[in-house]
């Protein structure tokens, strides 16, 4: 009797581990299941940053100047860019004075703490008479380039580009006795040593890139100077050879080269560099359909907003009649839409190969539809987030987006452990967030989509302990009410 109440008890007792096991490894298993969000493309002009229309602000920098900076302070904060241009004339004969350089830091302080990217572009003249207001000799620009590179490079949080090489009237490096090619190169040459690497370069004409850089095309030898100089087009789709940037049918390979080969040039090089200007002159090249294919094969990134009107009016009364979200819209608004990058959400998943394995991933596929890559990285980030406590999981993305080249999917796989100890049973709204690090903005993608604090919500996972059969359907309502959603 004894001996059954003892087997009695070893029983329960193995009962008891026994159920406990199947608990603990029960407890441990997290039933998932996912759906993307419905976020149609959509046509809506973005406000992202180092990309767009800019326009024109004029500073004649001198030691005497009036305070400009309430006028800055007075715009509305956000992502823009602004071409602005230093007149150095008043320090032709001399170094820059030091409350002259004090100028020149206050100026930039205010245009970033309005949240806006800066084109710069120094010179001694805006009205066709370089050759008589520039320093009489080549030393003295090279000092003016030394003293405000290191105000420059303090700004490199805003600073994006600098254009030219401080000579030519309107600073667009023609009509000076230093637009020779050993000056220009030693004037080049000289910038690329002192302005920080953070910031681009531009000159010109291609022809001018390839004179200083001593190369043939972009891609054969990287240097340090060919690495971030760019080419700014102020004649951009003016006639047949943009205003004299190009060469003429038969030129070649010396010096300018036909319309053609410059523009696959300005394809290669503006893979890794920005590339933009101004376009000018109503004429048969900037017709919508023939410049907007121009526009995406130069890989233009950045117009003047001002100039030339014409040429935007024109643009303006045009109709884009190609197909997809744009067909109707006016040619202007398609080429604002297209310049620089434009990142489409194309589909989000979630996979988990084993469901007793806590191993998983989500991938995100986007495309960029614009005529450019941006130039600067992002942060890219994965965020879950619960839809009750709002407890989160944030997943860093490694990725480049400086490689985002258009036209190409870009597929983002990252992997995460749904056994987190920071994912509890529940609905998680799954949310990509993209930011500028450099200027804290947060880039937008063109979807119909919903945003919040951590960005547009791409999907919605759901996490449980316990299979619930009960629900047939967990996405049954809508995940995400009207009240939710946030203007692009």
Known sequence: MKTKKNLFSLLFILCIFFATGIFIVTAGIRFTEYHPADCPESALELSNPWTGWYRIYRYDLSDTDPETLLEIRRMAPGP????????????????????????????????????????????????????????????QILTHMTQTAEILNAHTDCVYLLQGAYIGSWGEMHGSRYANAEDLTALMNHLDTVVSPDIFLAVRTPDQWRT????????????????????????????????????????????????????????????????????????????????????????????????????????????YTGEGPFHGMSGYDYISRHLGYRYVLRSTAFSRPDPMDGSSSLSVTLENTGFSCCYRSFDVNLTLEHTDTGRTLTLPVP????????????????????????????????????????????????????????????????????????????????PVGEADRRPV
């Open 80 to 139: 823009g860019l602004a071409l602005l241009e230093f007149n150095l004339q008043n320090y032709a004969g001399g170094p820059v004075s030091e409350d002259g350089l004090a100028r020149l830091d206050s100026l930039l302080g205010a245009w970033h703490d309005a949240g806006k990217q800066l084109i710069v572009r120094f010179l001694y003249d805006w009205d066709g008479h370089a050759y008589e207001r520039e320093p009489s000799d080549l030393s």
């Open 212 to 319: 200083v850089t001593g190369l043939s095309d972009p891609v054969s030898r990287k240097t340090s100077l060919s690495g971030r100089l760019g080419v700014f087009n102020d004649g951009m789709l003016g006639s047949a050879t943009d205003l004299d940037t190009y060469g003429k049918p038969g030129d070649g390979p010396d010096g300018k080269r036909p319309r053609e080969e410059e523009l696959s040039f300005l394809n290669l090089l503006g893979r890794k560099i920005p590339h933009g200007g101004e376009v000018v002159l109503d004429n048969p090249y900037n017709d919508l359909e023939r410049a907007a294919a121009d526009l995406q094969k130069a890989r233009v990134s950045y117009l003047n907003g001002a100039y030339d009107e014409a040429v935007l009016n024109k643009w303006k009364a045009s109709v």
């Open 399 to 478: 990725a480049d987006t400086r490689l985002w080249e258009p036209d190409r999917e870009i597929t983002l796989d990252v992997p995460f452990d749904v056994r987190d100890s920071c994912l509890g049973a529940g609905t998680y709204r799954v949310c990509l967030q993209i930011r500028d690090p450099f200027s804290g903005h947060e880039v937008r993608l063109a979807n119909d989509i919903v945003y919040g604090v951590h960005g547009a919500a791409v999907g919605y996972l759901e996490i449980r302990s316990l299979p619930d059969l009960s629900q047939k359907d967990l996405f049954s309502r809508a």
